[in-house]
């Protein structure tokens, strides 16, 4: 284990043991029938790409169909989008806009990027 951002903690993923304990924690998600994991404070500026990777290995592994999302996003929308890049085939969804607590929602409909199934990337909405 490791300290994070905020006092928060992750797992280690340069421990051996790291990956065997990640396996068995979705292990038993997958045993319990769980078919959605939401991963929270591991995106846009808690970005974490071992832990998120480790996390689609043990999810992989089980084999159940689960769906990976990821959140939050917001800040810098061009590094995120480099990093919802780098681990497009690890995750099924990720927030690439900040937590919404009130007022001006356009932000959250002006970012978009291409599917995993699409070339195209849709215009912002005016």
Known sequence: VRVWVGGRYAVNTSHPGAQIWLDSVYGQYAEWGVDLIKNDCIFAINYDEDNIKGVSAAIAK???????????????????????????????????????????????????????????CCPALP
């Open 62 to 120: 089980t084999g159940r169909p689960t769906v990976y999302s990821l959140s939050p996003g917001g800040g810098d929308p061009p590094t995120e989008f480099a990093q919802a890049k780098a681990i497009a085939n690890d995750v099924n969804i990720y927030r690439v806009t900040g937590d919404w607590h009130g007022g001006d929602l356009s932000y959250h409909f002006q970012v978009r990027i291409p599917s995993k199934s699409s070339s195209a």
